[in-house]
């Protein structure tokens, strides 16, 4: 894409998010371990979201080392006002724990005294820090021309035109603190962010849409779509059972006249027999007892008649 191109288009979408936002001026006192924290909360939230679990932070836990060895759960608890309280959680956990590691404390200013770029090196080299994080620290501490840019942003400004698919992957918009001037830094990435929070939080809605297609009217293809619900399989057919093959025919006898055939018997499923019990062992048959002698009969005497006299 020419420069020229690039940076007409940068105009635009500077022109159109100051019609519709209003640039948040964050507090100057703050020191590079705060600006760095705060970075972790705000990357993906509003202003003053960020602002108000910062201050939670920084007033409900006793120092930052009781943040640092809190559970992700926790702080999330403390971050739900942001868009994304889990993954700021890890974030602020994994920065606080690279700097206890890197450090063995939670004193940054040292890093103020080095030239930007040392510092920068070292701002990126700790675990959870993304380029955004890295940006806003560099132009709220460091004193550099460096616009933050976070994942929203970067994906509004591929749809209307400003980075290529490539230059996208790589995280940078190519150009934009060559067009906008370091006096107007700060004013700048605070509008750019709001859109790109937008982006972040409602990529379907329609403010979103109207926003990117006033930048561009012809980006209407580019805008993200929702992915279509699959349909569901049409459901497979019932397997087709095979039909029983035909009873053989039942011999015929050999008789004069043929009888006719009869009709196959209709066959049973074996029955499943009881299963028999083993008979109980039989027990000695008891031997008979010796019969009983029988008396003599007593002999009877035949009764005789006398004669009268």
């Given amino acids: 894409?020419?420069?020229?191109?690039?940076?007409?288009?940068?105009?635009?979408?500077?022109?159109?998010?100051?019609?519709?936002?209003?640039?948040?001026?964050?507090?100057?006192?703050?020191?590079?371990?705060?600006?760095?924290?705060?970075?972790?909360?705000?990357?993906?939230?509003?202003?003053?979201?960020?602002?108000?679990?910062?201050?939670?932070?920084?007033?409900?836990?006793?120092?930052?080392?009781?943040?640092?060895?809190?559970?992700?759960?926790?702080?999330?608890?403390?971050?739900?006002?942001?868009?994304?309280?889990?993954?700021s959680a890890t974030r602020l956990k994994r920065v606080l724990q690279s700097v206890f590691e890197t450090h063995y404390s939670f004193d940054l200013e040292p890093l103020k005294k080095q030239n930007i770029g040392v510092a920068v090196k070292t701002l990126e080299k700790y675990n959870g820090s993304t380029s955004f994080i890295v940006a806003y620290v560099t132009q709220q501490s460091l004193g550099g021309h460096s616009i933050p840019v976070n994942q929203g942003l970067l994906e509004s400004m591929r749809i209307v035109g400003v980075v290529t698919d490539a230059e996208a992957a790589k995280g940078a918009v190519p150009g934009l603190e060559r067009t906008v001037p370091k006096n107007k830094g700060v004013e700048t990435g605070s509008l750019l962010h709001q859109l790109g929070v937008e982006m972040h939080r409602s990529p379907y809605g329609p403010t979103i849409r109207k926003l990117l297609l006033e930048i561009e009217p012809d980006c209407k293809d580019h805008l993200p779509k929702r992915a279509k619900a699959e349909e569901p399989a049409?459901?497979?057919?019932?397997?087709?059972?095979?039909?029983?093959?035909?009873a053989p025919p039942a011999a015929k006898k050999p008789t004069k006249k043929e009888e006719p055939a009869a009709k196959p018997a209709a066959t049973k499923k074996p029955e499943k027999k009881p299963e028999k019990k083993a008979p109980?062992?039989?027990?000695?048959?008891?031997?008979?007892?010796?019969?009983?002698?029988?008396?003599?009969?007593?002999?009877?005497?035949?009764?005789?008649?006398?004669?009268p006299r």
Wanted: charge should be positive; hydrophobic fraction near 40%; charged fraction near 30%.
């Fill in 1 to 87: 894409m020419a420069s020229k191109n690039r940076a007409a288009l940068i105009t635009k979408v500077l022109k159109v998010v100051k019609k519709h936002y209003k640039p948040v001026a964050p507090p100057k006192e703050r020191s590079l371990l705060q600006n760095l924290l705060f970075a972790c909360c705000l990357e993906n939230s509003l202003h003053e979201a960020a602002e108000k679990v910062f201050h939670s932070l920084s007033t409900d836990y006793f120092d930052w080392n009781e943040v640092r060895v809190s559970t992700i759960r926790e702080l999330s608890d403390v971050l739900k006002p942001l868009n994304d309280p889990t993954e």
């Fill in 234 to 246: 049409p459901p497979a057919p019932a397997p087709v059972k095979a039909a029983a093959p035909p």
């Fill in 280 to 307: 109980p062992a039989k027990k000695p048959a008891a031997k008979p007892a010796p019969p009983a002698k029988k008396k003599p009969a007593a002999a009877t005497k035949k009764l005789v008649k006398k004669k």
